[in-house]
């Protein structure tokens, strides 16, 4: 479901080399574009995760699975760039809800412990979408024009919408597909792992909003994000300029490359994160590692140099999303996570509006992108001293408090993520 969503977010990357001046975009034009989704992104987030928490996660994603589909399509039929702004807006609206309203089914499905694991599976399909669709659109582009792309690939939505509704239960108790001793065993290890967590003031939205972890959380993810997204969405654009102007194919498939370093990243990370419990040198040496790359990509010449710094690049950015969105579910009980969760992700993702319009704006001023990533560099180095500053260490080590609290799991299943085999086992005892 969310390859889906994110696909609908980042075709646009692979598309505007090839637009030929169709609405007559500049390059801060370009950045408005990739940009603006961002600025509609913000009004759902709150909204979807408490929809998800006192509702339906299934229900709320499935809704707004078919608005977006419909909103994508619309892309693809803007006649000026005012237009085109607005469908993006309107995509970035509906869209919005969704990240939240997962996070929040992750949160009713796994214990704290492996959390950061379930996260980062999840959070695949982020790159994965751009493993598979770069090559796709670069190859759709090559037979049809842009218009046609984003027509097409906004019906998938739609289809899925209807494996969604029928695939998916908000909880264990509901889920057809599994046993009741392993509902029971779940929702026991998640009640272990919320009688364990402080209480939070009087339980109401604004004590968890006030809190300083929370607030950190918000500025963390809005300078790691303004890095990731300059990056990511302008990252098509520099590999055809690596290419010396390739074919949209060639683009599209030389693209997908730093997304599968990407994937492996994440889900290695997430599970030493998970080992350790160690979230914010998860989340911080990463960024450390983008922050160099950027810096060493706009000095280092020739194609294969720049293709691995690329790499490394896109690996590192990738890498902090599991043990970044564990930290909230750590800290908060399960009755106000929701609303600081779908705060940190509004928030935090104006700076998918930043960076992109910065690294355009900056590249239209000074005639060189050397610039605009020069700044996403010093955005993430601004996230890093705020991981390493602003968090408690307490913050972070949800590993071993789950541990203690969590209730005993049935003989040989140590976690959900591990399989089901010895636990029907020992319900057969």
């Given at each position: 479901?969310?390859?889906l969503?994110f ?11 090839y ?54 399509m ?33 949160a ?17 399909c982020?790159?994965i ?18 218009r ?24 264990p ?29 009087s339980?109401?939205y604004?004590d ?5 972890s ?37 683009v ?48 280092v010449?020739?194609g294969?140099p720049?293709?691995l ?101 049935p ?10 085999a ?8």
């Amino acid at each position: 479901m969310y390859m889906l969503a994110f696909l609908d977010r980042s075709n646009v990357s692979v598309i505007l080399p090839y637009m030929h001046g169709d609405l007559s975009l500049s390059a801060a034009d370009e950045g408005m574009v990739t940009g603006i989704f961002f600025l509609g992104y913000v009004f759902l987030q709150i909204p979807g995760a408490i929809l998800a928490q006192r509702w339906s996660a299934r229900k709320t994603v499935m809704i707004l699975m078919v608005a977006w589909g419909v909103a994508a399509m619309a892309c693809g039929i803007v006649q000026t760039k005012e237009q085109f702004y607005v469908a993006r807006f309107v995509l970035g609206l509906f869209e919005g809800g969704v990240w939240p309203a997962v996070l929040i089914l992750l949160a009713s499905w796994f214990p704290l412990r492996e959390r950061a694991r379930a996260n980062a599976l999840w959070m695949a399909c982020l790159p994965i979408s751009s493993i598979i669709m770069a090559p796709l659109s670069g190859l759709m582009l090559d037979h049809t024009d842009w218009r046609w792309v984003l027509v097409m690939q906004g019906f998938p939505p739609l289809i899925w919408a209807v494996v969604w509704w029928f695939a998916v239960a908000d909880h264990p108790s509901q889920a057809r597909w599994i046993s009741r001793g392993e509902a029971e065993y779940v929702e026991g290890a998640l009640a272990a792992d919320e009688a364990a967590k402080p209480t939070t003031g009087s339980g109401s939205y604004l004590d968890a909003i006030r809190q300083r972890s929370v607030l950190v959380l918000i500025a963390v993810y809005f300078f790691w994000i303004t890095g990731f997204y300059g990056f990511t969405l302008w990252l098509p654009s520099v590999v055809k300029t690596l290419t010396h102007d390739g074919s949209s194919t060639q683009v599209g498939l030389l693209s997908a490359i730093p997304f599968t370093v990407a994937l492996i990243a994440m889900v290695a990370n997430a599970a030493w994160s998970d080992r350790t419990g160690k979230r914010r040198l998860a989340v911080a040496a990463p960024l450390v590692v983008a922050m160099a790359a950027l810096l060493l990509g706009q000095i280092v010449q020739g194609g294969v140099p720049g293709m691995l710094l690329l790499c490394v690049t896109a690996g590192a950015l990738y890498a902090p999303y599991g043990p970044f969105w564990a930290i909230p579910g750590g800290v908060l009980r399960m009755e106000v996570v929701a609303v600081a969760m779908g705060l940190i992700n509004a928030l935090g993702n104006l700076g998918g509006y930043v960076g992109p319009y910065l690294v355009g704006w900056l590249t239209d001023s000074t005639g060189t992108s050397v610039t605009g990533f020069g700044v996403l560099a010093g955005f993430l180095a601004v996230a890093v001293v705020l991981v390493l500053t602003g968090l408690r260490p307490s913050a972070e080590a949800t590993r071993e408090a789950a541990a203690a609290a969590s209730v005993p799991a049935p003989t040989g299943a140590p976690d959900a993520l591990s399989g089901r085999a010895k636990v029907r086992a020992e319900e057969g005892r």
